[in-house]
């Protein structure tokens, strides 16, 4: 999996973005004046509509496909109260399932770190399971009178690898449209080579805030070189961010502070130096190429008020190089400050702030506009699930 990053360039659609963010980058933010009623935070009626119609309703990004890179290995992810299975079977292939034994049904994977094997085992009465789902052994099996192997296979779920992440549809009975997963989106991810990726490292954390509050700070340039003035801020200038819609997901163009039109390269090992680019997938992973590595932030809501985030660094680096894996480190250590003790945090207050109910709505102004258009592709979806 090890790339040359020298080689690797930007497709013309990454490159174009750039190339909009002008030099003087504080005169090119445009004024806004965009209005975000409060109450999609806090509400249990809209939290309950967001998961039939846009977690259970889309495609769904669980993990990259770096996080399981092995033939005959699983992983468990939850998400919205579904327990998901994923494996990638003998031959390769990324597959989900829901995970529950069609036994007894309990969660016949609990943990949730990757494992290897080419069955798993039900911790319960042990029945066993190949990766792709079929039922291959029942303890005592004499004692089941005319059980048929074949009618307990597991519930496997719609899935799709694209360019490097693994997308779910969370309902077996319903049909998902992976066209634009699969489509432009997975070759601009391609073009990152985010499907060339390692999992380096990654780290969960519970955060006391609606999945949305902390999609916005993802989305919102206002806050970082005023929320992170004593970490980040000092690579950053205020800017504008170039947004672009790929189907109902979002491509964000941002610059460094070390930003020019004369230093612009289409190779992403120069344009990272100076620049950011920031996928956010729909609903709720963001997806960041930073300048050594890319991350991944996955957020999976519990409840209105409460969210589990998985923070996942990837890198193309061979593994092995002690320096390498040093400089790494020190990375993931200090963006889990930032994400914890900053973006996190603010989330956190946000929620407490709003869930009173006082504050009907949210003001943004030209650098928190693009939360407006994330939050109409979420209502769009909402929209269309309840008229259908």
């Not at 259970?56 to 993990?63: A, Q, S, T, V």
């Not at 061979?318 to 989330?347: H, I, L, Y």
């Amino acid at each position: 999996m090890e790339v040359n990053a020298t080689d690797v360039r930007l497709t013309e659609e990454q490159l174009a973005a750039f190339h909009e963010i002008p030099d003087d980058q504080g005169s090119g933010i445009k004024p806004a004046f965009e209005k975000l009623t409060t109450e999609r935070y806090y509400s249990p009626e809209i939290f309950e509509q967001e998961k039939q119609a846009v977690f259970m309703g889309l495609p769904i990004p669980l993990m990259a496909s770096a996080q399981l890179p092995k033939p005959n290995s699983f992983l468990r992810k939850d998400i919205v109260g579904r327990p998901v299975l994923l494996t990638r079977d003998s031959e390769g292939k990324a597959r989900a399932f829901l995970n529950v034994c069609r036994h007894r049904g309990v969660v016949l994977c609990p943990e949730h770190e990757r494992q290897s094997g080419k069955l798993i085992v039900c911790p319960f009465h042990a029945w066993s399971y190949s990766l792709d789902g079929r039922l291959m052994g029942v303890p005592r099996s004499e004692i089941f009178e005319g059980l048929q192997k074949t009618d307990y296979r597991l519930t496997e779920l719609p899935c799709e690898e694209a360019g490097g992440i693994v997308w779910v549809g969370l309902d077996p009975n319903r049909t998902y449209d992976f066209s634009v997963e699969t489509g432009q989106l997975a070759r601009e991810l391609q073009g990152i080579h985010l499907d060339q990726t390692r999992l380096f490292i990654n780290k969960t954390f519970t955060v006391k805030a609606n999945w949305k509050l902390l999609m916005d700070t993802t989305l919102d340039s206002y806050h970082v070189t005023r929320l992170h003035r004593n970490t980040v801020a000092t690579m950053f200038d205020d800017s504008p961010v170039i947004v672009e819609p790929i189907g109902h997901h979002l491509r964000n163009a941002s610059a460094r502070g070390n930003f020019s039109q004369s230093g612009l390269s289409d190779k992403i090992s120069e344009l990272r130096k100076v620049a950011v680019m920031t996928y956010h997938l729909l609903p709720s992973v963001v997806v960041i190429l930073s300048p050594h590595y890319t991350s991944l932030e996955v957020f999976r809501p519990i409840s209105p008020n409460e969210t589990e985030v998985e923070f996942v660094m990837l890198t193309n680096h061979p593994a092995g190089n002690p320096a390498t894996e040093e400089k790494m480190q020190k990375s993931f250590e200090f963006m889990c400050r930032v994400f914890g003790d900053e973006d996190f945090w603010a989330a956190e207050i946000g929620q407490q702030g709003i869930s009173t109910g006082d504050l009907k709505e949210l003001t943004l102004g030209g650098m928190e506009d693009q939360m407006k258009t994330f939050h109409n592709l979420v209502d769009a979806q909402i929209a269309a699930h309840y008229s259908a």
